[in-house]
């Protein structure tokens, strides 16, 4: 068979399905190549079956005619929907993969040519689900209520200086100490690419995080009236690790269900424990211009003017 493959999402960031289609197809015997208009369009021969995958429901669909007998769409993009400002999710329109696709290991290689670094990185899951059941995020109704293990580190990672982690919540998991010395064991660099839960942060995880080599620990903090669990967490965590605010950041969620002042509150009482915030804009296509949230976003994510300007109100945006 023929198959062609389509990133309809187009950012420098491996698509983990199609990589993993890709292998399947590949050990079956089967060509696979990425799906190009001009080269497989009418009136080439079509080919056997093209696969669609979209992480994004904002990103906009693939517009080019696909020449395929078979066409097959899949991912959060495709079935989670924006509606009144939330993300609804349509689990009519979750394709899962096959567990023996799942399961495989990713074919890395269709992305050397885009994006080199991948050949000393990898991607994956180790967890799925989680149990916090967010308003804003899709993944309990999605993945589950529970953070279960779904794979063991050498699923997708076989010797790669990088390991990036996508797992929504891996230390709700029961499983976290046996997957924590996996990481620890791999001797590779850790990117906890989607922030730990600080919630559930503990003595004994956070020593098993301090030996693993990590550039910068990523934390979140979403909802406001979380701060009395938070800060105990968050100092416990600095105390043990001897962290500073170059190796640890924490999201900060804005235009969710919090005021400014709120969240300028979170910015301030991050950077006073020694982290570096880091702001998300919830909706961000729907704020106009000129809203101080996005000025807010920009004097925080930019570091420079961050640690050299110390107030947001005196941040000058018009000279930034």
């Known amino acids: 068979m023929r198959i062609g493959l389509i990133d309809v999402d187009g950012h420098n960031f491996p698509n983990i399905p199609l990589m993993k289609l890709s292998a399947w197809h ?13 080269f497989h369009g009418f009136p080439n021969e079509p080919l056997d079956k093209v696969y669609m995958s979209k992480v994004f429901s904002f990103t906009p669909d693939y517009p080019y005619y696909i020449n395929a007998r078979e066409i097959s769409k899949g991912g959060s993009g495709y079935c989670i929907e924006w509606m009144g400002g939330k993300e609804i999710y349509h689990i009519e329109n979750d394709i899962k993969l096959a567990k023996e696709i799942e399961t495989i290991y990713p074919d890395y290689s269709i992305y050397y040519e885009k994006m080199p670094e991948i050949r000393d990185t990898a991607y994956g899951f180790l967890t799925r689900g989680c149990p916090r059941c967010c308003n804003f995020c899709h993944v309990a109704s999605k993945e589950g209520k529970c953070s279960v293990k779904v794979a ?5 990672w076989q010797g790669q200086k990088n390991i990036v982690l996508l797992d929504p919540n891996i230390t709700a998991c029961k499983d976290w100490k046996e997957l924590f010395h996996q990481l620890i064991d791999s001797k590779a660099w850790i990117d906890f690419s989607q922030g730990i839960d600080i919630r559930l942060m503990t003595e004994e995880k956070a020593e098993l995080i301090t030996q693993m ?65 880091y702001v998300m804009l919830y909706n961000k ?32 945006y018009k000279k930034a």
Request: with cysteine.
């Open 285 to 316: 296509k729907n704020i106009p211009q000129g809203d101080k949230l996005k000025h807010l976003q920009r004097w925080v994510n930019n570091r420079i003017i961050f640690r050299t300007c110390g107030k947001f109100e005196d941040f000058d």
């Open 26 to 38: 590949k050990r079956n015997g089967d060509s696979v190549e990425w799906y190009k208009p001009l």
């Open 152 to 156: 063991d580190l050498d699923t997708f």
């Open 213 to 277: 080599k990590i550039k910068n620990v990523h934390f979140a903090w979403d909802k406001y009236e979380d701060k009395d669990i938070v800060i105990p967490k968050f100092k416990m965590f600095q105390e043990i690790s001897g962290y500073d605010h170059r190796k640890m950041t924490v999201y900060i969620l804005c235009n969710f269900n919090t005021t400014f002042e709120q969240d300028l509150d979170r910015v301030y009482t991050i950077r006073a424990l020694g982290y570096n915030p």
